[in-house]
């Protein structure tokens, strides 16, 4: 397997599919070798138009591709397999992006033998800046993971991880911008708060949101060295660091990121 040759059907192009659609096309895979399913015709007519890709039938996808793009809510995932499961040769690969669910979910509904890889990825996606994280389940072999590496590569960077840590990578880094974006948004309201022109705040805050994503990124630093860089002897950060200390945000991001990553698991417990 390997190279743009394989047509890629996404199977439930909503949100996150159309995401692996767009980049793909971006970075230059064939809109011929590329499909689409959709449950609603209008979702059909609109990926259409705007792709320029041929949206079908799930069951004409699984005939004609070679990878089988799984995108639809993990809760949905059950009635789509008892539709093509049985009808999907051991030899396609199926990538589910299906958040919580394990490659076992897919195993137990496919023919015995299909090769099986779970990736977890974000919408950055849509800026060619996504975290995809990539796991083998049974019968995916190296070739297999490398597949779906030259898939995600272009959105991104990707990582791959043993399943078990998926579920701590959906809170982590699929839930993620989420968080930054909440940041974010507080951090504007502070600003209207200490009374600047909303336009003013929005700017400073995301450009110094990028700045410190690029730093973080680029120098390699821990971010503790960074904060601290910020960070002068009974200066101004410190006595905001002592509010956020007060305030328990680090312990209330420890805790969040714990809901999500039960919340993961119970998708899965629900979808099986
Ligand atoms: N959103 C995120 O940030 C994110 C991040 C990482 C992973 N994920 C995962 O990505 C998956 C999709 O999430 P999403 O946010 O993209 O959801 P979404 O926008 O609702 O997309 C799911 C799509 O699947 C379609 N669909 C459902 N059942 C189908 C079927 N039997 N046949 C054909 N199409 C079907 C839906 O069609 P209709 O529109 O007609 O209902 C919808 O367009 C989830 O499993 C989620 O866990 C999401």
Same mark, same amino acid.
């Given at each position: ?64 591709? !070679?990878? /089988? ?5 993990? %809760? &949905? +995932?059950?009635?789509? =397999?008892?539709?093509? @499961? *049985? ?69 991104? !960077?990707? /990582? ?5 840590? %998926? &579920? +701590?990578?959906?809170? =982590?880094?699929?839930? @993620? *911008? ?80 714990? +809901? ?13």
């Amino acid at each position: 397997m390997g190279s743009a040759r394989h047509t890629v059907a996404v199977i439930g192009a909503g949100k996150i599919g159309e995401l692996v659609l767009s980049g793909l096309l971006r970075s230059g895979w064939p809109a011929q070798r590329l499909l689409a399913t959709a449950r609603r015709p209008v979702r059909a007519e609109e990926l259409a138009t705007r792709y320029g890709v041929r949206v079908v039938d799930n069951l004409t996808a699984v005939d004609e591709a !070679a990878v /089988l793009a799984i995108a639809v809510k993990p %809760q &949905d +995932a059950g009635v789509l =397999l008892d539709e093509i @499961g *049985p009808k999907v040769p051991a030899d396609k690969l199926v990538v589910s992006l299906c958040a919580g669910l394990p490659t076992s979910f897919f195993s137990r509904r496919l023919p015995e033998g299909t090769p099986v890889v779970r990736v977890m990825t974000n919408t950055p996606a849509l800026v060619d800046q996504a975290m995809s994280a990539i796991s083998a389940g049974a019968h995916a072999t190296g070739e297999h993971l490398a597949l779906a590496e030259e898939m995600f590569a272009p959105l991104g !960077a990707t /990582l791959r991880v043993p399943e078990s840590q %998926q &579920d +701590a990578v959906t809170a =982590l880094s699929g839930s @993620g *911008p989420a968080y930054f974006y909440l940041l974010v948004e507080a951090m504007i309201d502070a600003g209207i708060l200490l009374g600047l022109p909303r336009q003013v705040a929005h700017e400073l805050i995301v450009q110094t949101a990028i700045g410190s994503a690029v730093m973080l990124r680029d120098s390699g630093e821990h971010p503790v060295k960074l904060r601290e860089a910020v960070t002068s002897p009974a200066g101004t950060t410190i006595s905001a660091v002592r509010e956020l200390e007060k305030h328990g945000v680090r312990a209330a991001l420890l805790a969040a990121l714990e +809901a999500a990553r039960d919340r993961a698991r119970e998708l899965a417990a629900q979808a099986d």
